[in-house]
């Protein structure tokens, strides 16, 4: 009888111990911060990571990086969520705070999942040129270099948008360096 209830408490115990361990989560790592080119960094994608159709990564533990030239990529990816993801979103989407409604770059993809796996399917970009902006009804962040995080059970994303200047910032920074002859010439004087 006693075997029995150690047999029990032992069988807990391990249960119990295994809900403890850190859970391994996937994850994807974005860095526009280059004027003409961008890095995708992802790993832990049990079921592989793809940037348009080409496998970057796959398996626990693995991780792959690509730099491209700035612009607009899809990406593809199935790793162990434990049915947790399914319908979830990450729209992690940048502007120039003059025109929020117009993104310039980001990453946007929808989470499918079934039993304990989930599979997602999306795309990325970097910024280009305002010629390339695309209309959202989504909230935007500043295009101002800073990293933006987001996430789904299971999997982080973190981007790191390139540093636009306010148009305006651009117009005083040009008035600025116009106005330094003139302070050069007083001084002389």
């Known amino acids: 009888m006693k075997a029995r209830h150690l047999g029990k408490l032992a069988a807990a115990a391990v249960a119990i111990g295994t809900m403890a361990l850190p859970a391994q989560a996937a994850f994807i790592a974005i860095d526009d911060s280059d004027p003409t080119t961008i890095t995708i ?10 940037v348009n159709g080409t496998l970057l990564t796959t398996g626990l533990g693995s991780s792959g990086s690509i730099t491209l030239p700035d612009g607009g990529y899809s990406i593809s990816g199935s790793w162990i969520d ?3 993801a399914a319908g979830k979103r990450v729209d992690i989407l940048f502007a ?4 929020p409604t117009f993104s310039t770059s980001g990453v946007e993809f ?6 304990v796996g989930a599979e997602l399917s999306g795309s990325f970009g970097g910024y280009i040129d305002p010629s390339l902006y695309f209309f959202t009804g989504l909230p935007t962040v500043s295009q101002d270099g ?6 789904v059970d299971f ?5 790191k948008s390139e540093l636009i200047p306010a148009p305006g910032s651009l117009a005083l920074s040009g008035l600025a360096l116009l106005g330094l002859p003139l302070l050069r010439r007083r001084r002389a004087a």
């Open 82 to 84: 434990l049915g947790r």
């Open 146 to 151: 800073h990293t933006e995080l987001g996430s």
């Open 110 to 115: 929808g989470v499918a999942a079934g039993g």
């Open 96 to 99: 120039i705070d003059s025109n």
């Open 41 to 50: 960094t992802a790993g832990d994608f049990e079921g592989g990571f793809s």
């Open 155 to 159: 999997l982080s994303v973190s981007f």
